[in-house]
């Protein structure tokens, strides 16, 4: 099992920035790619951001250019950069994990609101 806790979420205005962090623990040197989604009312789930073990990762387009993910694997934590927020991004974001046997955990999720 892995437990995943998120934090760093919150209130932002438009054009600012926030960093999310998504720690491990449990059976974390069985995870494979960690990285979030995020949903936001109305809309369906969206991937942000991907991170492979190896260090490889994927973006979502409507993110691409404002957002970076890394991974400190001695911490076993992920983060999620963002800068130049846009209201369009206000959402729930979740951090999930991939183990190497096929098993997908996910975080509790964190609030990010943008303000225009």
């Known amino acids: 099992q892995v437990q995943l806790v998120e934090s760093g979420g919150g209130l932002v205005q438009a054009g600012g920035s926030l960093t999310l962090s998504c720690s491990a623990s449990g059976s974390r040197f069985s995870i494979d790619a960690m990285g979030w989604y995020r949903r936001s009312p109305g809309k369906q789930r969206e991937l942000v951001a991907t991170?492979?073990?190896?260090?490889?990762?994927n973006y979502g387009d409507s993110v691409k250019g404002r957002i970076t993910i890394s991974r400190d694997n001695d911490k076993n934590t992920v983060y999620l950069q963002m800068i130049s927020l846009k209201p369009e991004d206000t959402a729930d974001y979740y951090c999930?994990?991939?183990?190497?046997?096929?098993?997908?955990?996910w975080g509790q999720g964190t609030q990010v609101t943008v303000s225009s």
């Open positions: 999930y994990a991939n183990s190497v046997y096929g098993n997908q955990y």
């Open positions: 991170i492979r073990s190896g260090g490889r990762t």
